[in-house]
């Protein structure tokens, strides 16, 4: 009988941690008795929000850019992304003395655009209702000679996010459950993938935004499945279909898809900003809405939640949370 070896392992994870160690932030792990009341359960909040660029993506980003040769470096390096990636991707380029041109679409937050372009990155927008960014890097990659980093479908990219949860883990011991946003499925595959790997009893769950179900769609179906356009809050989970690699580990690691809305996830920014003292952007609160709107079900005693990010510019925090519903 043959196997399929999985296309990512802990060990995988681990040679990203030791690889992007000294240069991406081992971030805090935040706790609040508040939230223990309000949540019924133990709970440690890994604040990806204090990680380079704001968000976890520079985990990611770092990690596969280190892996370039010294020619690829040289030639440069392209992404798309909605805005967090695209940072990411700026400052790794940054980083490794290379150069970043980033697909970005034209709504993307202006903080996040502005930022990518302040680490040096060349912006090039497109209509993400309209136009497959995919494809649009991949031409300009090809025309350039640059080497494409996708923001999650890449085993490099998805071993780095991964190390998120390695850091959590080695500082709280065994959790019986785990949360974490969902877009394309890069994060939560690579935390599934370490924590699974650590303490397979331990429940690895996924939220995303009510409008962009793709990947709870997906797993429902058994296949791959396309959904409109996410018009959600939730700019970085504003995804069509689960990347490939990604649901190829999601399908297989997940125990579950629970689903917030716009409303909710603004209430959890505004509790992280009033309770926890921490901003989230709407993408980084969706852990967090999920468990004080009680998703996760059966409660477990001790939960790990990923506030993935905090890149919100103020105009756009008091737009969506100075009045409360």
């Known amino acids: 009988m043959t196997t399929t070896a999985p296309p990512l392992t802990l060990d995988d994870v681990r040679a990203a941690a030791a690889r992007i160690e000294g240069v991406a932030h081992r971030?805090?792990?935040?706790?609040?008795?508040?939230?223990?009341?309000?949540?019924?359960?133990?709970?440690?909040?890994?604040?990806?929000?204090?990680?380079?660029?704001?968000?976890?993506?520079?985990?990611?980003?770092?990690?596969?850019?280190?892996?370039?040769?010294?020619?690829?470096?040289?030639r440069g390096i392209a992404a798309y992304s909605s805005g967090n990636h695209a940072q990411a991707v700026a400052l790794a380029a940054r980083e490794l003395g290379s150069t970043a041109v980033i697909v970005m679409p034209?709504?993307?937050?202006?903080?996040?655009?502005?930022?990518?372009?302040?680490y040096g990155a060349e912006i090039v927008t497109y209509d993400?209702?309209?136009?497959?960014?995919?494809?649009?890097?991949?031409?300009?990659?090809?025309?350039?000679?640059?080497a494409l980093i996708p923001p999650y479908d890449h085993p490099h990219v998805v071993a780095g996010q991964g190390t998120a949860a390695?850091?959590?883990?080695?500082?709280?011991?065994?959790?019986?459950?785990?949360?974490?946003?969902?877009?394309?499925g890069g994060l939560i595959a690579g935390c599934a993938t370490a924590v699974k790997g650590?303490?397979?009893?331990?429940r690895v769950v996924g939220v995303e935004p009510e409008a962009g179900d793709d990947t709870r769609r997906s797993l429902e179906a058994g296949r791959r499945v396309t959904v409109p356009v996410p018009r959600t809050i939730a700019d970085g989970q504003a995804v069509a279909t689960p990347g490939?690699?990604?649901?190829?580990?999601?399908?297989?690691l997940l125990d579950g898809i629970v689903l917030v809305s716009d409303d909710e996830i603004r209430d959890a920014m505004r509790f992280a900003f009033e309770r926890l003292k921490t901003v989230l952007e709407p993408s980084?609160?969706?852990?967090?809405?999920?468990?004080?709107?009680?998703?996760?079900?059966?409660?477990?005693?001790?939960?790990?939640?990923v506030l993935s990010g905090g890149n919100v510019d103020a105009a756009r925090f008091a737009e969506l949370c100075g009045t409360p519903r």
């Open 198 to 202: 650590l303490h397979p009893a331990t």
């Open 128 to 146: 993400r209702y309209r136009e497959d960014r995919a494809a649009i890097a991949e031409a300009l990659a090809a025309e350039r000679g640059l």
């Open 106 to 118: 034209e709504d993307a937050p202006p903080a996040k655009r502005a930022a990518a372009a302040g």
């Open 284 to 305: 980084g609160a969706t852990g967090l809405a999920a468990l004080l709107n009680g998703r996760i079900d059966p409660l477990p005693r001790r939960i790990g939640v």
């Open 27 to 74: 971030t805090p792990v935040l706790r609040s008795r508040t939230l223990d009341a309000l949540a019924g359960a133990e709970v440690h909040l890994k604040c990806e929000n204090q990680q380079r660029v704001g968000a976890f993506k520079f985990r990611g980003a770092y990690h596969a850019a280190s892996r370039l040769t010294p020619a690829q470096l040289a």
């Open 244 to 252: 490939e690699l990604t649901f190829a580990v999601n399908r297989r």
């Open 166 to 184: 390695l850091e959590l883990v080695e500082e709280t011991g065994p959790l019986d459950a785990f949360i974490a946003p969902v877009g394309g």
